[in-house]
């Protein structure tokens, strides 16, 4: 099983652990997704792990869990974890689970807006950056190119990291689906100067892009407090041999 991880980042946690049903590996639940069972026996994502009774978990992507779906290995894990056979499972799960990442992610940066824990604004950001104060550095899909060099160079100037591949993240939604998360107009760019606010941010995001299969999560600080992901990085080097399995 593959899970979300940060690769600069690797730090023990204290979180509690859970069981992904798919794989049987076990992660901190902050880098899982709960499955949640209704009481119509209806199966529905829970990924802020809020709804009563019991959940199961699960650490695979999207495509892996369709693989799952479609050979009967959810819906078996399902069974065993909730220990009835009496569920249902919508044909549209893997669509609702990444549809509530997005929206959790969304959430989070609405939440940090409003509690003024982000900078937006090419220059606000850039001089910031050129500071050493950025802890994370976001990007609408629809931002230019140009935009985004610019911003990731100053930020690897004011961290002295000339040369590195640091450069941020750029998010799933363009810029109309940004601004109005967080209730601000034309929002391009996002940087986040907290290292507080970047790790809950990331914790969110991490899951978000794992889920959809994205290439690489986001460049974090690495100065202390440590920005931490909702990563589970003792089991990532499992991924071949669980994706294989599920496979079988």
Known sequence: MRVPHNDRVNEPSDEPERRCILT???APKA???RLALGPDGQVAPDVRAKAPGRG???GVDRSALEVAMAKGKLKGGLARAHKTSSLSIPDDLAERVEKSLEQATLNRLGLEARAGELLTGTDRIEEAARRGQLALLLHSSD???DGKRKLAQAW???REEEGTGL???TLPVDRDRLSAALGRENTVHIGVSSHAAAKRISADLDRWIYFIGAASPPDLAESPPKVQG???H????NAEKQEAGLEK
Request: proline share 0%.
């Open 24 to 26: 049987g590996e076990r």
């Open 31 to 33: 880098g899982l997704i």
């Open 56 to 58: 199961a978990w699960i």
């Open 143 to 145: 931002a230019a190119n």
């Open 156 to 158: 690897r100037v004011g």
């Open 167 to 169: 450069s941020g993240v």
């Open 230 to 232: 909702s990563a589970a």
């Open 234 to 237: 003792d089991i990532a080097k």
